[in-house]
T-cell receptor, first 110, second 114 residues
Framework: TQLLEQSPQFLSIQEGENLTVYCNSS?????LQWYRQEPGEGPVLLVT?????EVKKLKRLTFQFGDARKDSSLHITAAQPGDTGLYLC??????????FGQGTTLQVKP | DSGVTQTPKHLITATGQRVTLRCSPR?????VYWYQQSLDQGLQFLIQ???????AKGNILERFSAQQFPDLHSELNLSSLELGDSALYFC?????????????FGNGTRLTVT
């Protein structure tokens, strides 16, 4: 059973386009993390959102935590080829256990 | 560089064999996690250690075992290997292992079972 559903699974866009990745669950999490993973490397933490409704910005990336702390989104503005990679969301339980989504593979073409 | 070191980077072995994967956590981190990443299952949590003691267990098979040593490095032992065990195995570390401790991942060990 996949507790965290990410969509879309694959996304191929042109440089300069905007995109949104979604992370949905029926479970409540104490916080939610977003990671980016490049080929041959491990996931790297981008951001942690903690409060329901929280919005965090990291340059062209905007992360939002749902009001009920069950879902999150990642919006990228004017995507660049350097944004290419696997984006993973991970819900954090009160116990500290991390539940990862399946990931969204993003390809940004020049 | 996350500061987490995993060896070896690649491992090719035959079915039925046993392998050991090694992880050195970031300096100062007390908690170590092991994850398995495959194309069809995504990133699956296997097991967590904190300061030498097992703290949490995930979807770890009985054929797999792990330990964390007094110097805080960890080893993941995989035995009676099957073709389906082929995957990327990641180690991650965090300062305290609680819900507010972000994880720092190594670059993984790619295991191929033939």
């Amino acid at each position: 059973t996949q507790l965290l559903e990410q969509s879309p699974q694959f996304l191929s866009i042109q440089e300069g386009e905007n995109l949104t990745v979604y992370c949905n669950s029926s479970s409540v999490f104490s916080s939610l993390q977003w990671y980016r993973q490049e080929p041959g490397e491990g996931p790297v933490l981008l951001v942690t959102v903690v409060t329901g409704g929280e919005v965090k910005k990291l340059k062209r990336l905007t992360f939002q935590f749902g009001d009920a702390r069950k879902d999150s989104s990642l919006h990228i503005t004017a995507a660049q080829p350097g944004d290419t990679g696997l984006y993973l969301c991970a819900g954090v339980r009160n116990t500290g256990k991390l539940i990862f989504g399946q990931g969204t593979t993003l390809q940004v073409k020049p | 560089d996350s500061g987490v070191t995993q060896t070896p980077k690649h491992l090719i072995t035959a079915t039925g064999q046993r392998v050991t994967l090694r992880c050195s956590p970031r300096s100062g981190d007390l908690s170590v996690y092991w994850y398995q990443q495959s194309l069809d299952q995504g990133l699956q949590f296997l097991i967590q250690y904190y300061n030498g003691e097992e703290r949490a267990k995930g979807n770890i098979l009985e054929r797999f075992s792990a330990q964390q040593f007094p110097d805080l490095h960890s080893e993941l032992n995989l035995s009676s290997l099957e073709l389906g065990d082929s995957a990327l195995y990641f180690c991650a570390s965090s300062v305290e292992g609680g819900k507010n401790s972000p994880l720092h991942f190594g670059n993984g060990t790619r295991l191929t079972v033939t």
